[in-house]
């Protein structure tokens, strides 16, 4: 039996235009297939997978967490930072709440084991708010004040982990500096301000600028969202004090009722 396409038979003109149009009709039907039905099948076209926020994670917990959202990581570099324990995640690409395919690998900046030293710039004879300067410009923090006789207000000595320690010598960054001060030739004594109800940084600034050190802060309540007040402190207000004295603060919510201690 013969397949007969009527007058339209393989040697004519037409016959031949008719089989041209089956087979475009052909590879037509297979790229529509294959780009509409196969390729997202495969790709996963218009699914996708929003990035979670892995900064602050420790790395050993990354593999079980990525994989129940189908991710993967890997680590392009490390850095430092005194915010983070070590082998944590400090960046990472692409950012969290970003649409990526599944499978997607997330690269991350790890927090080092050992913080990067620098030396210690050299603070002897300067000015406390010079060494303020001078210390975080170079990513190290001042620690207390331990005020001495002296007839100059000037930086005598430079401690670390209480021990005194030498210009130039490499501490980690972030480390605490201790600077022991001359108190000018003024040993004598003044009456405490009243904090009570200030702000707490405003307080701050007070203890710094009067030569004192902050002690032991408590937080009394809930401060989520709001800026806490001062609500109890000691020395007492009007109490003599000396340069150099700790100063113990209480702060919480405006009308929060301080801890009887």
Not at 104 to 124: E, G, H, M, Q, Y
Not at 138 to 150: F, H, M, T
Request: glycine share 10%; hydrophobic share 40%; proline share 7%.
């Amino acid at each position: 039996m013969k397949f007969s396409l009527g007058k339209f038979t393989p040697n004519t003109l037409g016959g031949i235009l008719l089989s041209l149009a089956l087979a475009l009709s052909i590879i037509v039907v297979l790229i529509a297939l294959y780009f509409f039905i196969y390729l997202p099948k495969v790709t996963n076209h218009l699914e996708s997978i929003t990035v979670p926020n892995i900064e602050g994670m420790k790395v050993s917990e990354l593999e079980d967490f990525l994989l129940t959202k189908d991710l993967r990581y890997e680590i392009s570099d490390s850095s430092y930072s005194s915010k983070y324990p070590p082998l944590t995640v400090l960046k990472q690409y692409p950012h969290p709440g970003a649409k990526v395919k599944e499978g997607r690998k997330i690269f991350i900046s790890v927090n080092r084991i050992d913080a990067p030293t620098v030396p210690l710039p050299n603070l002897i004879d300067g000015s406390v708010v010079n060494a303020d300067a001078v210390l975080t410009s170079n990513e190290l923090k001042r620690g207390r004040i331990i005020l001495v006789a002296g007839p100059f207000n000037v930086v005598k000595e430079m401690k670390y982990k209480g021990a005194h320690i030498e210009p130039n010598v490499r501490v980690p960054k972030g480390a605490v500096i201790d600077l022991v001060v001359m108190d000018g030739g003024n040993g004598r004594g003044f009456p405490m301000e009243d904090m009570t109800g200030q702000d707490f940084e405003d307080a701050k600034v007070y203890i710094l600028g009067a030569n004192l050190n902050v002690g032991t802060v408590k937080v009394i309540g809930d401060t989520v969202g709001i800026t806490p007040v001062i609500l109890k402190q000691i020395p007492e207000p009007g109490e003599t004090i000396k340069a150099g004295d700790v100063v113990d603060l209480w702060i919480g919510a405006p009308g929060t009722e301080p801890l009887d201690e």
